[in-house]
């Protein structure tokens, strides 16, 4: 009886360590930065929702996070994470019927507002649409009974046409005459024999005051005959705005491969095609996050098609806007990881020396990055630093790292080079 009641205590004390401890590695996660993209979203847009996960403790932890929405289980990730990384997590959801959500991720909380979705007629009848377009509809309104009640402009006089011109020219002309009848000369004595020869129809002028005779179809007056009317001619073909020119146009944007490490290229290409009559010359102007990155000279003839493309390479981590005349795509720029290194494999040779005798202490110093980097190997005999090596290494490359030990005191003698131990001997040397 006694033995199962220490068992019975054994057992409750491991499930309170247990519990202990799974309290300890959730209290080390810590969620912050908790966002939701868009916040005010209407029904059926997408959600976005991200926060940060950082891990506080001293220990790797692998949880499983759950995304609640109103207490419902929306969504699940695992997640696993050295000590004190920080991992970004995003969820995305379906917004449903309008209303306030409340979003809870392990013991972090926030809530958000779905906004009914608008109809046409509906964006009329909020107040201050109302008002505007009641104060737009009032103001033509005053506008017409303002034309309507202008009086009528009076008519102007016209002017006399030509046409009553010669009508009152041929009623001057049928008036009695006031001139006396004309009558014969009698001849003059003149030294000459014979008779005077009597005077001739136009050898005198008209007096001024009286008016010239009517000649129909011919205007009287000092204003000049009119010229003949010119004949219409057929209107000419209008001259087509396309004739005789290029017509550029630019399409199938390519952009491969979209995701890259940093330092790698990516190649962006568009189809450009001259649909004109002309041959032309044309610029491709490639712009990445509106700055402009590259330009491209294409000749062209009519009807003919060119693909061309650009190499970008980017060293900055990060998402990027590529445009091609109107063309737009995206790609993403993953960063580097970081120089890591490891050590590893250390050999002792030999580890039994005589007093003096030279000691080889080599380790495998390991960069497992994806950039150069440095790092300082330190050796400890007897846990003081004997030694220190600098040592540089590329992205995933190896190098092994030896130290040289030489000592005249004999015994044992404790190594240990970035956590790796062992350990060499010295025996002293007897002289006979």
């Known amino acids: 009886m006694r033995n199962i009641s220490w068992l019975l205590v054994l057992v409750l004390a491991t499930l309170g360590y247990l519990a202990a401890t799974n309290l300890a590695i959730a209290a080390d996660l810590e969620i912050g930065d908790l966002t939701i993209t868009p916040p005010f979203p209407k ?31 929306q969504d699940t990730k695992e997640l696993s994470l050295n000590p004190g990384e920080s991992k970004e997590l995003t969820f995305s959801i379906i917004a449903g019927t309008a209303g306030e959500y409340a979003v809870e991720l392990n013991g972090e909380s926030t809530t958000f507002t779905v906004e009914p979705t608008t109809s046409f007629w509906g ?17 033509l309104v005053l506008l017409i009974i303002v034309v309507i009640a202008m009086p009528p402009r009076k008519k102007q006089p016209q002017k006399a046409t030509l046409r009553g011109r010669e009508m009152v020219d041929r009623r001057l002309h049928d008036m009695p005459s006031q001139r006396p009848p004309y009558q014969e000369v009698p001849p003059m004595p003149t030294a000459m024999p014979g008779p005077m020869p009597s005077p001739r129809h136009g050898q005198f002028s008209v007096p001024p005051e009286y008016p010239p005779p009517y000649i129909p179809g011919r205007p009287s007056g000092p204003f000049a005959p009119p010229g003949p009317v010119p004949t219409p001619r057929p209107a000419g073909m209008p001259y087509s705005p396309y004739a005789s020119r ?63 493309s650009f190499t ?68 400890k005999i007897k846990g003081t630093v004997e030694a220190v090596e600098e040592v540089h290494l590329g992205p995933n490359s190896s190098e092994r790292v030896t130290f040289n030990v030489v000592k005249n005191t004999p015994g044992f003698y404790n190594v240990e080079v970035e956590g790796l131990t062992g350990r060499f001997v010295v025996e002293m040397e007897w002289q006979g």
């Not at 847009?45 to 499983?64: A, F, L, W, Y």
């Open 246 to 308: 290029p017509i550029f146009s630019v399409s199938n944007l390519t952009i491969s491969p979209n995701q890259v490490k940093a330092g790698q290229p990516v190649t962006i290409g568009a189809l450009v095609t001259n649909s004109g009559n002309e041959t032309g010359r044309y610029s491709l102007v490639l712009r990445i996050n509106g700055i402009v990155e590259g330009i491209t000279e294409l000749t062209l003839p009519p009807g003919a098609s060119q693909a061309a």
């Open 123 to 139: 964006m009329f009848l909020r107040p201050p649409l109302v008002i505007i377009v009641g104060a737009i509809l009032g103001v």
């Open 43 to 73: 029904e059926g847009d997408q959600v976005t929702i991200t926060c940060v996960v950082t891990n506080k403790g001293n220990q790797k932890v692998g949880r499983t996070l759950e995304l609640r929405i109103n207490g419902e289980v």
């Open 312 to 379: 970008v390479v980017k060293e900055t981590g990060g998402d990027y806007y590529a445009e091609v005349d109107g063309l737009g795509g995206s790609f993403t720029v993953v960063p580097l990881a970081p120089a890591s290194f490891s050590v590893s494999n250390l050999i002792i040779s030999p580890d039994r020396v005589k007093q003096g005798e030279n000691v080889t202490i080599s380790v495998m110093v390991t960069n497992s990055g994806e950039v150069s980097g440095s790092y300082s190997v330190v050796l």
